[in-house]
């Protein structure tokens, strides 16, 4: 056994120093007789084990972030923080080398982009990456293997400063989406976990700091019916579906109750009724969230009791210090007793044995990756081709593709603020150190025949200001003008409007009568000043799009790749942030407050909708369903032998789609349910089933195959309840829509899923 560094703690730390990792040593350490080195015991046994083997005192310094270990039992120290949005990401546990080897990864666009792919192959290909070169870190300890990433809040309204990191608004496609995340990041080896994922911020978090409403003291109010139908419907399919390792609890508190205090959150819903209780999921906290239980939510009245409500109501983590700090004294006070904390610290070590961390002879083929296996050429493909599925054409005259020619050239004027896009830009929320970043002003330039003029923001004078914009522009055949909106963590918008300022210089620039192309990057605003502007040529959206974001963007320009992104959120007109309040969580249209509706669902006046783009060609859509119209619930629901009633299949639809213009394209599939059911009297469309068909040639068809289940034809009623109504219903086909199937339902309503009642809940 060697002597490793000591930690931030100042803790003298022991581990094995020649594997060059974290694992305490099982073969000959102080732990070798331990059963939880006994890879022939049942994880569960493994792990309480290990926790009879720690003191009182112990117990209460591990379960926080920076876990000083226990030295006399050879329990190195240990990092529980890592991140991993779209890559892996700078973060507490994550140590990039100053140069050479691990000084980067492999950075992928904001799940934003990634989200307007709507290819859940993509998703669980580029996850796979991600959990390579994060076990390739940790192998050469540099990273810890716990990741807090996915954030699945759906992105409810657009000013949110951290909508950017997730897959978009609407909750079926964020969870078939994080389903194809968490196979990747996790891995499929039965007896390991690859890296442990976590799906946050549980739940009803999303707002950053709005109008004086701070996320640390933020109540939200939801009705039971929206709680269930929309903001849990993520973490539904994160616990109970994908079998997630990690869940994190929020800032905000939920009808009066803080998250990570919230018995009826984490032990009724998330471990009771989506059955989230094998060995090795825990819940932890959002940083500090614990502390934020006492201060400012004011639930708990002393600090023991906010760190004691925490660890009782089932937080069995702390991102912090709250728990080292204020659990003894709880203990001491009476506030729980041992059994509440052996439980948590089983939970989470069960979960360290899972990722492999207490094997005396590891058999995990996650431990030969190394660096070699980071930012291979596949995973620098892969980043550019995940940019290329995500953009979508929002606007296009005829200009795009751009005809390069092959025996001259052209003079483009690739200008605007966002040109020389930063790393920042091109990257987004949560990045680590990428590679390269090949923006678009990079990209241009690497084009054949093609010579670029560049003028930076026009507002900026280092770079020639307005008239080297006006100037560039007018010396080109043709103008790409790059811009965008940014927000990030902490930071809500306050306008999703293009400002005056940058709407006059754009549509002077516009007016040179050249070509105008306007690539908007970043989140959404309101393009209504441009769509119908007759100088404005063409709209292209490219979000954040990673490392390879230009490259991305110049190969749709140029046609080499043809754009088939959709819009994964409702790009809103301007005047909506002065319609509702962030604060306000109501979905559905509301006459007395004035609530105009969310999302596509509930929301008539987008500017662009919600599942729009563009295409270089053209397709015909036909629904195939065959000659059955009607059912019967009672049948349907007899022939269903699933855990989970709403899995129950119902029919898988065949959808016709040919391409009959003239270029080659990628095609996403929508299907969406709408129809004369239920209670409602205006029963919303929902997204229930996509598929991304690849290249389909001109002339030819392509099925897509819309996997139905019972649960995509379900509503939730006012207590929350998943209910299959008998009624109309109608199949809707892309955006706009193309193609219909109806049919109907007969017999008697039934409940496919009972909703847990919150007993706080007056
Ligand atoms: C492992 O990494 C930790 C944290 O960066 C460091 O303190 C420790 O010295 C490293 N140990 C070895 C054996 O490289
Ligand atoms: C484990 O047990 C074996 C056999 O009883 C013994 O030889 C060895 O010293 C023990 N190892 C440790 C670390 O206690
Ligand atoms: C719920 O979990 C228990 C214990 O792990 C298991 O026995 C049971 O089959 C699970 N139920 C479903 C519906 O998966
Ligand atoms: C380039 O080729 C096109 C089509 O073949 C032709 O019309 C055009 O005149 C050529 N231009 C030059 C500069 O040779
Ligand atoms: C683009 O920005 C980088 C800094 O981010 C700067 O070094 C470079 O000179 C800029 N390029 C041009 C053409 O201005
Ligand atoms: C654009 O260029 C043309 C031709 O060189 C010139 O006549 C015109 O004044 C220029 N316009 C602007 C706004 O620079
Ligand atoms: C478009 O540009 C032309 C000049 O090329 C100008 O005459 C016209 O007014 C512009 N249209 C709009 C709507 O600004
Ligand atoms: C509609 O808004 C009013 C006023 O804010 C509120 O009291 C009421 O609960 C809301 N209705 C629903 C169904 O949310
Ligand atoms: C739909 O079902 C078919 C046949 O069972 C299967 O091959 C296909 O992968 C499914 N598609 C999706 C998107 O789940
Ligand atoms: C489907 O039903 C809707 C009304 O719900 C009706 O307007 C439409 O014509 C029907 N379409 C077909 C193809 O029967």
């Not at 830009?425 to 003029?453: C, E, K, T």
């Not at 140029?558 to 309040?581: I, S």
């Not at 855990?643 to 394209?665: M, P």
């Amino acid at each position: 056994m060697a002597l490793l560094a000591g930690t931030a703690l100042g803790l003298l730390v022991t581990g094995t120093a020649a594997a060059g990792h974290l694992f305490p040593d099982c073969e000959k350490g102080p732990l070798a007789n331990n059963t939880v080195c006994d890879m022939t015991a049942s994880v569960s046994d493994r792990a309480k084990a290990l926790v009879a083997a720690f003191t009182t005192e112990e117990k209460f310094q591990l379960v926080v972030s920076t876990s000083p270990g226990v030295p006399r039992l050879g329990l190195p120290s240990y990092e529980w923080w890592q991140e991993a949005l779209h890559g892996v990401a700078s973060s507490p546990g994550v140590l990039f080398a100053p140069s050479g080897d691990y000084s980067y990864a492999t950075s992928f666009p904001q799940p934003i982009l990634m989200g307007a792919a709507f290819d859940d192959g993509l998703i669980e290909a580029v996850a796979t990456v991600i959990s390579t070169e994060a076990r390739a870190f940790n192998n050469a300890n540099r990273s810890g293997l716990d990741y807090w990433t996915p954030n699945i809040n759906p992105y409810r309204d657009p000013r949110w400063g951290r909508g950017q990191e997730t897959p978009g608004e609407d909750s079926f496609h964020i969870k078939s989406y994080v389903k194809a995340l968490i196979k990747g990041l996790q891995g499929d080896d039965p007896d390991y976990i690859k890296v442990v994922a976590t799906c946050k911020h549980f739940a009803g978090y999303d707002i950053e700091d709005w109008n004086g409403n701070e996320r640390y003291e933020f109540d939200a109010i939801i009705n039971p019916q929206e709680l269930s139908e929309y903001y849990m419907q993520p973490f539904k399919a994160c616990a109970r579906d994908a079998k997630v390792a990690s869940i994190m609890c929020s800032y905000n508190a939920l009808n009066g109750v803080p998250t990570c205090a919230s018995s009826y959150i984490l032990q009724d819903i998330l471990r009771d009724h989506w059955n989230w209780t094998d060995d090795g999921f825990y819940v932890v906290s959002d940083c500090d969230a614990i502390q934020n239980v006492y201060m400012p939510h004011n639930h708990s009245p002393t600090r023991e009791g906010a760190a004691a409500d925490s660890l009782v109501a089932g937080t069995d983590l702390d991102c912090g210090t709250y728990y080292q700090l204020h659990l003894p004294g709880a203990y001491e006070q009476g506030l729980f007793d041992d059994a509440v904390i052996d439980q948590a610290l089983v939970r989470i070590y069960s979960a360290q044995i899972r990722l492999g961390m207490f094997d005396p002879t590891s058999s995990s083929a996650y431990r030969s990756l190394a660096f070699a296996n980071v930012n291979t050429p596949e995973s620098q493909d892969l980043a550019l081709k995940a940019a290329e599925e995500g953009i979508v054409l929002i606007k296009n005259d005829g200009i795009l593709p751009l005809q390069i020619p092959s025996n001259g050239s052209i003079t483009l004027a690739v200008i605007g603020p966002w040109a020389n896009a930063t790393a920042a830009q091109m990257q987004g929320n949560y990045a680590g150190i990428a590679p390269f970043i090949h923006n678009p002003l990079y990209a241009a330039s690497q084009l054949v025949n093609v010579n670029v003029r560049y003028a930076g923001a026009p507002g900026d004078p280092t770079t020639g200001g307005y008239p080297a914009a006006l100037s560039a522009a007018n010396a080109s055949d043709i103008v790409i003008y790059v811009d965008g909106s940014n927000s990030g963590e902490s930071d809500d918008r306050n306008l999703i409007r293009w400002s005056g300022e940058r709407q006059d210089i754009m549509t002077q620039i516009a007016g040179l009568g050249k070509p105008f192309i306007l690539l908007q990057m970043g989140d959404q605003l309101d393009d209504a000043p441009f769509l119908n502007h007759e100088n404005v040529s063409a709209i292209l959206w490219a979000g954040f799009p990673g490392q390879a974001g230009g490259d991305a963007i110049f190969n749709i320009i140029t046609g080499k790749t043809a754009p088939a992104g959709r819009l994964p959120v409702t790009q809103y007109p301007a005047d909506y942030v002065n319609q509702v309040p962030m604060t306000d969580m109501g979905l559905r249209p509301n006459e007395t407050s004035g609530n105009p509706g969310r999302t596509y669902k509930w929301f008539n006046d987008a500017t662009v909708p919600f599942g729009y783009g563009l295409h270089y060609t053209d397709f015909s859509v036909s629904v195939d369903a065959g000659d059955e119209s009607s059912w019967d619930i009672a049948d349907l629901l007899s022939g269903c032998d699933a855990e989970y009633k709403d899995l129950c299949a119902f029919q898988s639809v065949t959808v016709n789609v040919e391409n009959t213009g003239d270029v080659a394209s990628d095609f996403v599939t929508l299907g969406f349910v709408a129809g004369k059911h239920g209670p409602e009297p205006h029963p919303i469309k929902q997204l229930v089933a996509y598929e991304r068909l690849f290249d389909v040639t001109p002339g030819s068809t392509a099925s897509a195959q819309l996997n139905l289940t019972l649960g995509s034809l379900g509503r939730h009623d006012e207590a929350g309840n998943l209910v299959l109504y008998a009624g109309e219903y109608n199949l809707l086909v892309d955006v706009p829509t193309s193609s219909v199937w109806n049919f109907t339902l007969s017999g008697d309503d039934t409940v496919l899923e009972e909703w847990p009642q919150d007993p706080g809940t007056p």
